[in-house]
T-cell receptor
Framework: GENVEQHPSTLSVQEGDSAVIKCTYS??????FPWYKQELGKRPQLIID?????GEKKDQRIAVTLNKTAKHFSLHITETQPEDSAVYFC??????????FGSGTRLLVRP | NAGVTQTPKFRVLKTGQSMTLLCAQD?????MYWYRQDPGMGLRLIHY???????AKGEVPDGYNVSRLKKQNFLLGLESAAPSQTSVYFC???????????FGPGTRLTVL
């Protein structure tokens, strides 16, 4: 079936350290993989995305890697800051413009 | 340009009552979505629409109905609310060639 698994559910890191969140997806036909950040009480917002024809994409302190063969992708945040504290969701497309989301990771960056 | 808006922001219902949540977007987007967000369960797709007059079921459609009579509006209906439908409901939209889904501010619904 259509499924995206996300780990860990919670992650606590010291400010300045790196954080990694991992997701796996069930459909080998998926080719679009976005990551959303949701701050407390706010709406989810896209922070980075990757397509299946690319193995890695970076945007300043955040990067996403994709392994199509293994059907998993990861979010990497380097030099974490307190403002990175939020819930992060991965997602994968299961048909044109239909996303299935992972269950979310609550990231806490300790000052 | 307001983006995606949702009405109401908060609502408390009694079991068995009905209500309609309204999502509106002013970006001329073809695709619209309704999600529910529960603690530890992420965003689950309820129903979605790929264009005016069309709707399709998502992951958790039971107990909900939707309509897309106008391109800019996507309505989510609860015919007979149940406590299990207590959740935060998000609407989102996107258009061809963008992929990014733009979310509304959410509606917090409590069913007693």
């Amino acid at each position: 079936g259509e499924n995206v698994e996300q780990h860990p559910s919670t992650l606590s890191v010291q400010e300045g350290d790196s954080a990694v969140i991992k997701c796996t997806y069930s459909d080998s036909a998926s080719n679009y993989f976005p990551w959303y950040k949701q701050e407390l009480g706010k709406r989810p917002q896209l922070i980075i995305d990757i397509r299946s024809n690319v193995g890695e994409k970076k945007d300043q302190r955040i990067a996403v890697t994709l392994n199509k063969t293994a059907k998993h992708f990861s979010l990497h945040i380097t030099e974490t800051q307190p403002e990175d504290s939020a819930v992060y969701f991965c997602a994968a497309d299961f048909s044109s413009y239909k996303l299935i989301f992972g269950s979310g990771t609550r990231l806490l960056v300790r000052p | 340009n307001a983006g995606v808006t949702q009405t109401p922001k908060f609502r408390v219902l009694k079991t068995g009552q009905s209500m309609t949540l309204l999502c509106a977007q002013d970006m001329n987007h073809e695709y619209m979505y309704w999600y529910r967000q529960d603690p530890g369960m992420g965003l689950r797709l309820i129903h979605y629409s790929v264009g005016e007059g069309t709707t399709a079921k998502g992951e958790v459609p039971d107990g909900y109905n939707v309509s897309r009579l106008k391109k800019q509006n996507f309505l989510l209906g609860l015919e007979s609310a149940a406590p299990s439908q207590t959740s935060v409901y998000f609407c989102a939209s996107t258009t061809t060639g963008i992929n990014e889904q733009f979310f509304g501010p959410g509606t917090r619904l409590t069913v007693l």
